[in-house]
């Protein structure tokens, strides 16, 4: 057995910085400072049971958090029906015995809970630490809280944070829907329309989306409760809005006589400054790198829609990537993963959008779907997730892929879901 | 297929125009002979029921004859909107007018021309295979297309609107290359000046 410690990457910042020395990173072992979980080589994951939760809404707390750590897919959830006796101290023989590597305590306290993580292996806690549960069982800002729970412990655990503690945006019918990570407290933000292409701001409080209205295309803000407020009017086609990842700006296509294409407005409005230089091509769907130096568009410049990459101001434009077969004609839709490493964009193979994933390091790339039709993928803030509008069930519905297993989830069971994006981690 | 649809719409409102005709006259039935001796009463008011059939038959061919007259404008009026709002359809991802495409455009042009107060707002739909986004743009591209194919032609840019619906408005439903067909297209929207439509000499 070897003890590994896992390096914790809360920022995109930090993954780029320890890129070079190659992901997982070993490191001496320091009185006091405990970054994972001691457990053995070979098994994978770790085995994870979360202990039972006294108190009213002790049952769902253990549930949502077993779900989410599950959800995370870096640890193996032990079930409930694990027989770990039932103590006020931890019997770490009898855990080793059941091959627990760690174990989820939580004690509720008077509006929060403390989760405690302890490590089997080293028989000692390994964090603890207290999260703030406001509103009232199973309220959304309730289960917002234990999902932070959720977070927290599977950061302490593997070194990563979980992306429990997020929302996710899509639309359904017209309208621009928010629901949690778990697909729990589905909410629409807009009503009955038109409504297309949200995308979250950075502090994950407001949503980008487009409107086609009977005269031409609109582009509007709005916090999570509906209260929206206009930033481009109608004029022409306005669509496929997206933060810059300070906040400051709104990047978006805008299409008259003369072809779509990239413009750049201030979040408060004003007028739009043009950024891409299609001549007369379609240009829709821009993302900028999570440094905001680079940006990700569809266009339609070489005769057919293709993914491009650019520098923030529309210069310097290039093929994502060389088309490996004439089958491959169509390629669109981009997304930057937080981490800045890979883009993900969706391709047709055989006449069905598939979801691909390019390191940019490399330019390798990865087809992560291949059941039914899979569009328009976002990448979840541990850029190991993607949600995507999923036909493999017969239906187009949200479905979450793990692309480092394959796992997929259905998140929610709207049929017609599409369009969506994936919130950064929330701090409330 | 484009054009077999043209086709089918012209016959369709053919069809139309004659369903709005009355039905041809019939000859208003007269009292038959009585074979009892005819007796002077008797003979004048078979005379006169003879008389008043044939009055009554004379004022219902007038009153038809102008039925007929009013339908006809009604339904060319109809036959002008319908030229008017007949969609415009395109290939795959493309937004060139095809040669039916320019028939149907064609056929626009003399009554825009002989109504100067028509406004147009043409919408660009695509079918459902391309990127949801890209199709937006695709969308407004057909309706740009089918704009400055008109307004090449002599008509004002100012008395049409483009807007794109991309995908999100399909025609038909499905996903079959008939429904890809139907909703590739550019739809035209009547805004104003369409009341009093004349008829292009």
Redesign the interface.
């Known amino acids: 057995m070897s003890i590994r410690f896992r390096f914790p990457l809360f920022r995109a910042f930090a993954l780029l910085l320890c890129a070079p020395l190659g992901g997982w990173v070993v490191l001496q072992a320091q009185p006091g400072v405990r970054l994972g979980l001691i457990y053995g080589e070979g098994g994978g994951r770790p085995g994870i049971y979360v202990a039972p939760v006294s108190g009213a809404a002790g049952d769902s707390i253990r549930t949502i958090v077993m779900r989410d750590l599950d959800f995370g897919d870096r640890v193996t959830v032990l079930p409930k029906a694990t027989a770990l006796p039932a103590s006020a101290t931890i019997d770490y023989n009898a855990a080793t015995r059941l091959g627990i590597n760690g174990i989820v305590q939580i004690v509720p306290t008077s509006g929060g809970a403390t989760v405690i993580v302890h490590d089997v292996a080293a028989r000692q806690v390994l964090q603890r630490g207290t999260v703030a549960l406001p509103g009232g069982a199973n309220a959304a800002p309730w289960r917002m809280g234990v999902h932070r729970l959720s977070d927290l412990a599977e950061e302490w655990i593997t070194g990563v944070r979980g992306i429990a503690a997020t929302r996710i945006a899509y639309v359904a019918d017209g309208r621009i829907w928010v629901t949690d990570s778990d697909g729990a407290t589905a909410v629409p933000i807009t009503q009955p329309g038109r409504a297309l292409s949200p995308s979250f701001h950075p502090s994950g409080q407001s949503v980008v989306y487009a409107s086609l209205e009977p005269a031409g295309s609109a582009i509007y803000v709005s916090d999570l409760r509906g209260a929206a407020r206009r930033v481009v009017a109608p004029s022409g086609l306005n669509i496929s809005p997206v933060f810059t990842p300070d906040g400051s700006g709104i990047a978006f296509a805008h299409g008259d006589d003369f072809g779509t294409e990239l413009y750049l407005v201030s979040a408060g409005g004003g007028s739009p400054r043009r950024i891409s230089i299609g001549r007369g091509s379609d240009n829709t769907s821009p993302v900028f790198s999570p440094d905001g130096r680079r940006l990700a568009f569809t266009s339609g410049r070489s005769g057919h829609p293709d993914v491009y990459i650019a520098d923030e101001d529309g210069t310097n434009a290039d093929l994502l990537a060389a088309l490996s077969s004439a089958a491959q004609a169509y390629r669109s839709s981009p997304d930057w993963s937080p981490d800045g490493r890979a883009i993900a964009f969706q391709s047709q193979l055989g006449g069905r959008f598939q979801a691909m994933v390019i390191t940019l390091r490399d330019r390798v790339v990865k087809q992560v779907t291949s059941e039914g039709a899979n569009e328009d993928p976002a990448w979840a803030p541990d850029s190991r997730h993607l949600v995507v509008s999923s036909s493999r069930s017969g239906v187009r519905q949200l479905w979450v892929l793990d692309i480092e297993t394959g796992r997929a989830r259905q998140l929610a069971r709207v049929a017609g879901a599409r369009l969506s994006a994936w919130s950064p981690r929330l701090a409330n | 297929m484009n054009r077999s649809t043209v086709l089918a719409g012209l016959t369709l409102m053919s069809l139309g125009l004659g369903a709005c005709r009355k039905k041809p006259l019939e000859v208003a039935p007269v009292p038959t002979t009585p074979t009892a001796a005819p007796g002077t009463e008797a003979m004048d008011a078979q005379r006169a029921a003879r008389e008043r059939a044939r009055a009554d038959s004379l004022a219902r061919a007038h009153a038809d004859s102008l039925a007929r007259a009013a339908s006809a404008t009604a339904a060319e009026a109809a036959n002008l909107r319908a030229v008017l709002e007949a969609p415009v359809y395109f290939d795959y991802?493309a937004s060139d007018v095809t040669d039916a495409g320019r028939t149907a455009l064609d056929a626009k042009l003399p009554i825009l021309r002989s109504n100067g107060a028509l406004r147009l707002?043409i919408s660009g739909h695509t079918d459902s295979?391309?990127?949801?986004?890209?199709n937006?743009?695709?969308g407004?591209?057909r309706a740009?297309s089918a704009?400055?194919y008109l307004s090449d032609r002599g008509i004002a840019v100012g008395r049409i609107?483009?807007?794109?619906?991309g995908e999100?408005r399909p025609a038909a439903s499905g996903d079959d290359e008939s429904a890809y067909t139907r909703n590739r297209r550019a739809e035209f929207e009547i805004l104003s000046g369409g009341d009093a439509l004349k008829v292009p000499r």
């Open positions: 991802d707002r295979r391309g990127s949801d986004e890209y937006l743009a695709l407004l591209r740009a704009r400055k609107d483009v807007v794109s619906f999100e």
